[in-house]
């Protein structure tokens, strides 16, 4: 399988396919860029998004086009790389090929000499994916969409309300899962609330506003540890914001949602309002490249890889980013973005000087951040623990580190000094649905979705 | 129905309400400021859209939050001023009372003692509205963003494409209609396919990209005169734009256009995206205001008012902006901005000093300006007539000053400078619609339309 270093022109390179363009496949392709192959990035939307600050696009500070841009954009100068837009339905290992389906509906095939799958995860709504007709998740540009047009447009219905209860249900915010996400976007939606909506309705102050966070763990943010997982639950709390810790949920509708509490005992919450980032799931590529190589999935359905980030009996494939099970690894950029490198500088070594038993795959923890709000974020780095403004100006320098390898720093910036300095965020609009019978132009209620709910009732 | 200006506390103030947030109504909703009226504010959107640059948030060089505000924010200061959303449906003329619905589909009445009518037109299809199904128009946000998805889209499909005819016509775009929009948005694309997309795709160049610019007319720009109109059409020939004046539509598909030429023969062109900015119409509402007032509609269904822009016989009702028709004033924002502020302070004088016969309205010419390409542009203002550099420099100044009342200057010329210094266009990424069986994830078909088109084929 391995190729000469010195490769003559007729000799076609060998083949890369990296299935997915987000941190991991972005960064093999990268690292992939002066070696003797041939890369192909397929991923199924056209562009790498920045996921971390996937909340800021949901609540109005930053635009699609912030922290999305075009992959064939950022790759347009390695010119052995090719982007390839097409859904993968899945691998034939046997003949080295990749198939999925163009954008058209037409079928695909693409040959490889190696793999690399990181195919990232999505929401899981543990076996109720009904709940995402009225509660959507956090994973995709469209996702962000809606959760902005569904966080307005709450205060518009609210200001449509004829009776407090109703106009007390659209200001209630149910946010499920307590991890940075949840966390996050509890942090803005109450800023939205009690800052960026000031003055702006004449019925109701938006500062009425509820937001409520529930997750079945014992605290927020669990993975940062006890102490700034203490410090994040104490500064949520002083903002205002309800946490429900201990709360399973049992039922999720269009009006509000219903837990178990910590005790056993039962509780609604009305609420207008409800997202959904409490779980991730593997996507169903991941189940078909189990049954065809014979690897193990983990309880989320994430593919175990071997210490070089193959997969077993198969070193020609490579699993990284949130696709990727290995020890406790967690599901983050950093993690992704290592993989990928990794995964991208064993395949130059194996072509440049032929195969060998590679240094297994360590990861550098270079801390985790989670912002809470204006001024407010907590920070983890090794040994050094930070909340309230140093971890603030330590999630911004996190931030704006890693946006500079795409966007430009000074872009950046000036947004977030806008947001946090002025009464404003400025990415607030919002496009709406036709009415139809029974819903309102904020909450269309998806066509599929509808159909399913129609035949379930 | 005059009202004294030192107005005690328990008489209720005159009610102004205004159907519509666009230039002209936000401009009557800031005149109105210090008068003592109560002003409500009723838009179907919650948005003040920035009309004149929408073609650069359709071509991705801005983001919706640069172009569309939301209306409360803009007017939060204004303490005698509410924002409702509702889409107006009819106007109760004897009990004086606005008519609509909320987003929720709950009906709405808003009494008003002074009614300000600027709901704006909408894109005309020549009465083929089935032409919609293939060839968006340019009027709203939504629009925008359709456009941006084909027209970033028509290149991945291209990039798809299995044999030469099926790529030429994914990168042939034909834009009917050469007035300012037309114009600035086949500028745009050509610069999207030479510029922006260089080195991007390895199957093509986009360069081989061509733009077909047609219209029923004589000249593009016919508004700006004789001599900018030639400047203009030499800058578009210059460029590679294809024009062709004096081709009328006679159909519309997914596949291409045909029309009929000048010399009367029958013509088709492929192409993969057509997009309409060729005529606008007033909407429904215009009609029902003509029945119930007795006013007249021109040819295209706006309402002619009289020379205070009031209706015949009801001096309490102003029609202003787009929808207003007096004598062959253009429809473009600074007419809307004048006719606002003139309805805004005729209204205040009234409650001030009492009823009495104003001075007619006079629009006051600042210019008009198109913007073609990168550094080049007509202008117009007054007896100044410019293109290329110096027009453009002019229509930045424009622009900018107008911008600068309601989003920060310096926000937008960085902007324009990255886009113009930089091969880049910062807001590309779109979001895709799933997959039906006949359709892509670039042009997934309205299920309204997609319904018509059933029942008609």
């Known amino acids: 399988m391995t190729v000469d270093p010195g490769l003559p022109d007729h000799i076609t390179p060998r083949r890369v396919v990296i299935i997915g363009g987000g941190f991991a496949g972005l960064f093999a392709a990268r690292t992939l860029r002066h070696a003797p192959v041939q890369v192909t990035v397929v991923d199924r939307t ?60 037409r079928p695909i095939e693409i040959p490889y000499d190696d793999l690399i799958v990181c195919a990232g995860v999505q929401q899981s709504y543990f ?16 996702d962000a969409l809606t959760i902005r047009r569904r966080v307005f447009g709450a205060f518009e219905m609210a200001s449509t ?5 109703e106009r007390r249900r659209w200001l209630t915010f149910a946010l499920v899962g307590a991890g940075p996400t949840g966390v996050e976007l509890a942090g803005q939606i109450h800023e939205v609330a009690t800052f960026t909506l000031r003055n702006e309705y004449r019925q109701f102050d938006p500062d009425e506003t509820t937001v409520l966070l529930l997750d079945g763990g014992k605290e927020p943010l669990a993975p940062f540890g006890p102490k700034l997982a203490a410090r994040a639950a104490k500064a949520l709390a002083g903002m205002g914001v309800e946490l429900h810790m201990g709360s399973i949920v049992t039922a999720v509708d269009a009006r509000g949602i219903e837990v178990k509490g910590p005790d056993g005992t039962a509780r609604r919450f009305d609420a207008g309002t409800v997202l959904w980032t409490a779980g991730v799931t ?35 494939i490579s699993v990284v980013g949130d696709l990727m099970s290995l020890g406790h690894l967690p599901g983050v950029a950093e993690v992704a973005m290592q993989g990928g490198l990794y995964a991208g500088r064993r395949i130059t070594r194996q072509v440049e000087r032929g195969a060998g038993e590679p240094r297994p795959f360590r990861y550098h923890d270079l801390g985790s951040a989670a ?31 890693f946006l500079t390898s795409f966007r430009n720093r000074l872009g950046a910036l000036l947004t977030w000094a806008t947001a946090f300095s002025r009464e404003t965020r400025r990415e607030r609009a919002v496009t709406m649905a036709r009415v139809k ?17 129609r035949t379930r009732s």
Request: aromatic share 4%.
């Open 161 to 165: 309300a004829t009776d407090p209860a």
């Open 371 to 401: 912002y809470i709000s204006r001024g407010r974020a907590v920070l983890s780095v090794g040994p050094v623990h930070a909340s309230g403004l140093v971890g603030w100006l330590g999630w911004l320098f996190i931030h704006l580190a």
């Open 282 to 316: 593997a996507p169903a590529l991941a189940g078909q490249l189990a049954r065809r190589t014979g690897a193990e999935q983990d309880r989320a359905g994430r593919l175990k890889v071997r210490p070089d980030l193959t997969l077993p009996g198969h070193p020609e």
């Open 437 to 453: 019978p029974g819903e309102d132009l904020y909450h269309p209620v998806p066509e599929s979705l509808a159909a399913r709910e």
């Open 46 to 105: 056209p562009h790498h998004l920045f996921q971390p600050l996937l909340y800021q696009c949901a609540t109005g500070i930053l635009s699609e086009g912030q922290i999305a841009v075009p992959l064939r954009h950022v790759l347009r100068r390695h010119e052995n790389v090719d982007c390839v837009l097409a859904e993968v339905t899945d691998v034939d290992v046997a003949a080295r090929r990749v198939i999925g389906l163009r954008p058209t509906g």
């Open 127 to 142: 076996g109720h994916d009904e709940y995402a007709l009225v509660a959507p998740g956090m994973k995709t540009l469209e």
